[in-house]
């Protein structure tokens, strides 16, 4: 295992306009207070009358709004490199002509740099933690660990050709090997059967195995489209889900991203069984899948976090986007405005998706205790005025560029505009080489 990048982090004290947390439901501190010892969060409340003395680092913005570090449940952070290459195309002509031979010309180097320009957006953009699956992973790794976000990490496995499938499972379990926890459990590791009509059964029933021995959760991409579940009844006679349950998938722990072409029966697997559902409504628009039946499956109970997808079918790792569009979307569907409130979309970019991947109890809920990943956001814009309710500002108001600092585990990620812990400049050299080279 790589030595431990462990950040020194400091003693601080922050107090701001508004603090955002979860406890039981959503709690709204107006002038709210927080200390980090350890980069553990030690208090969190109502401004109290401590002294600044003996804290290292003092942040004060009575315009500024703390809240949990949003959580990208869905991601392929390289695929920034293929970022408006290939638009306005259905899904699967546009991974077999254009994505997957690209895909082919990556080295690990390209996958670095590009998980470091996904990493450099998705901070600044408050994105504190993300799932991603891809391949090379011992790169993105990497890149994780030095820059300080926090991650789960998925090789992709392909299983057409079982020697191809196989040599997946070698990497996935020297992945899991080398990484599982490291960073003080700041990265983990899945395993990442791509989709149903890439992993056949019998190639699945093996990676289901792996997990369970390694003692992993799985992260796969289900019932994407409306193509996927025709071609899964046609061969198998079932839809994905349903293929999938009866392979005994879900008995695991699954994060399963879109989930859009689900009927009743299969909201009801879904739910029931406990799968994280990661809900990737800009992907789902921009490849015209269609979009998830999202109100159904939490109305069912179902876990439901909130994902970008690659930036490739997106074009941006924005979280915020995101959050306003999965609070959107099902009141349009449904004409209801009352589909889906503002404190539930909030609920599914943070707290749900540190559940849906599988971490550890109460992260994201800026509770005493928990890890301090949070954000605070600038609220003295245009666009926060009047500031009758900042739960309704964040989700149907706010902007990515908003964001003015962001920690995770008590260390300073981003502050005034910059990032503390990757070179940008080098970054925008070196994807820019990059992309150049690929496309050649
Ligand atoms: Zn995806």
């Known amino acids: 295992m790589p030595e431990d990048v462990v950040f020194v982090t400091e003693k601080m004290l922050l107090r701001a306009g508004f603090v955002l947390a979860w406890e039981e439901g959503l709690k709204v501190i107006p002038d709210g207070e927080i200390t980090v010892e350890d980069g553990i969060v030690s208090y969190l409340g109502p401004r109290t009358g401590r002294s600044q003395e003996g804290f290292e680092r003092v942040i004060e913005k009575e315009n500024s709004l703390v809240m949990p570090g949003l959580v990208n449940a869905h991601t392929h952070a390289a695929m920034t490199l293929f970022r408006g290459y290939a638009d306005d195309m259905p899904l699967q002509e546009w991974l077999n002509d254009k994505i997957w031979p690209l895909e082919a010309k990556l080295d690990k180097k390209d996958i670095y740099w590009g998980t470091l320009l996904a990493i450099c957006e998705m901070i600044r953009g408050g994105t504190t933690c993300f799932a991603d699956m891809y391949f090379h992973m011992e790169e993105v790794a990497e890149a994780c660990s030095k820059s300080g976000i926090r991650a789960s990490l998925a090789w992709g496995l392909i299983g057409l050709d079982m020697i191809k499938g196989m040599a997946g499972l070698k990497e996935s379990k020297s ?80 994060l399963a991203a879109h989930c859009v072409h689900l009927s009743p029966t299969e909201i009801e697997i879904l739910a029931t069984k406990g799968a994280a559902v990661a809900h990737n409504p800009g992907s789902n628009l921009k490849l015209g899948s269609g979009i998830a039946p999202l109100w159904e499956l939490l109305q069912k109970g179902a876990l439901v976090s909130l994902g970008t997808d690659g930036a490739a079918s997106n074009n941006n790792l924005d979280m915020i986007e995101e959050l306003r569009l999965s609070a959107l979307l099902p009141k349009g569907i449904n004409c209801d405005p009352t589909a889906l409130p503002a404190e539930d979309a909030l609920k599914m970019a943070t707290i749900n998706g540190f559940q849906s991947l599988f971490l550890e109890k109460g992260l994201g809920s800026l509770q005493a205790g928990t890890a301090a990943d949070l954000v605070m956001i600038n609220l003295k814009k245009p666009h ?18 908003d964001v003015e600092m962001v920690m995770v585990g008590g260390r300073v990620l981003f502050e005034n505009g910059e990032l503390k812990t990757i070179d940008e400049e080098k970054v925008f050299f070196e994807v820019r080489q990059r992309s150049v080279r690929l496309l050649d």
């Open 384 to 401: 926060y005025f009047p500031l009758h309710n900042p739960l309704s500002h964040i989700v149907y108001s706010a902007a990515a560029a």
């Open 175 to 254: 992945l899991t090997r080398n990484w599982h926890n490291a960073d003080r459990g700041r990265i983990t590791v899945m395993l990442g059967p791509h989709a149903p009509y890439t992993c056949p059964p019998k190639y699945l029933r093996k990676v289901i195995d792996l997990a369970a021995e390694l003692d992993v959760p799985m992260h796969i991409h289900l019932a994407e489209t409306a193509v996927e579940v025709q071609e899964c009844r046609a061969e198998h006679g079932k839809t994905p889900v349903e293929l999938m349950n009866d392979l005994g998938l879900f008995d695991y722990k699954v």
